[in-house]
């Protein structure tokens, strides 16, 4: 098996190759999979990522989201951090962040009363295990591991790998630390997982 720095690589390489058509698609595809999902339609709170280039389109997911009157938050890089605030509208306010994508102002911070969740959660490939290999920044793995310690007690969530079918690969290799998804959804199929 390739090393993790190995697989980013190569799975760059190959999303760098697809075109742009193909995302926007698999963006749509997956929002009405993910609709037609029981953790959807009973789940009031959504935490969302804003894509970047060479990811699903998650734009047709947050206009869903708003559509079925949910609570939406995104997240915003704050040092080495992820931190995750409501937005109102599809539309923002927005500021542009340290990548270039769009980022929620801070204020109405996600909260221990905005659980239970579902957690859309970005990755450059998934398995079909819930393995997940993100950017190397370490993000959501810090995000998922403090979440006991920002609001002092556990909170209930279900983690949902969001990709493109051309990103889920047969097997990826796992940190100690790396939570796997409780479920994943592509363009192509929605997998509820079980995670040990």
């Not at 997940?132 to 959501?140: D, E, P, S, V």
């Amino acid at each position: 098996m390739l090393s993790k720095d190995s697989e980013r690589k190569a799975l760059k390489e190959k999303l760098a190759s697809l075109d742009r058509g193909f995302f926007s698609a698999e963006g749509e595809a997956a929002a009405a999979l993910l609709s037609k999902e029981k953790i959807f339609s009973q789940t009031k709170n959504l935490l969302l990522f804003m894509s970047l280039p060479g990811e699903i389109d998650t734009s047709p997911l947050l206009r869903l989201a708003f559509s079925h009157d949910k609570k939406v938050f995104l997240p915003r890089v704050e040092e080495k951090e992820i931190r995750f605030y409501r937005i109102l509208s599809p539309s923002g306010p927005w500021q542009k962040g340290p990548f270039g994508i769009q980022e929620p102002r801070p204020h109405q911070p996600l909260s221990g009363e905005d659980f239970p969740a579902l957690i859309v959660v970005p990755g450059l490939a998934f398995d079909r295990r819930g393995r997940r290999l993100g950017r190397g920044r370490a993000y959501y793995d810090r995000f998922f591991a403090g979440l006991p310690d920002i609001f002092s007690a556990p909170v209930r969530f279900f983690a949902l790998g969001y990709c493109t079918s051309a990103q889920l690969v047969p097997e990826l290799p796992v940190d100690p630390w790396d939570r796997p998804m409780d479920g994943l959804c592509t363009g192509k199929e929605f997998l509820r997982l079980e995670t040990p």
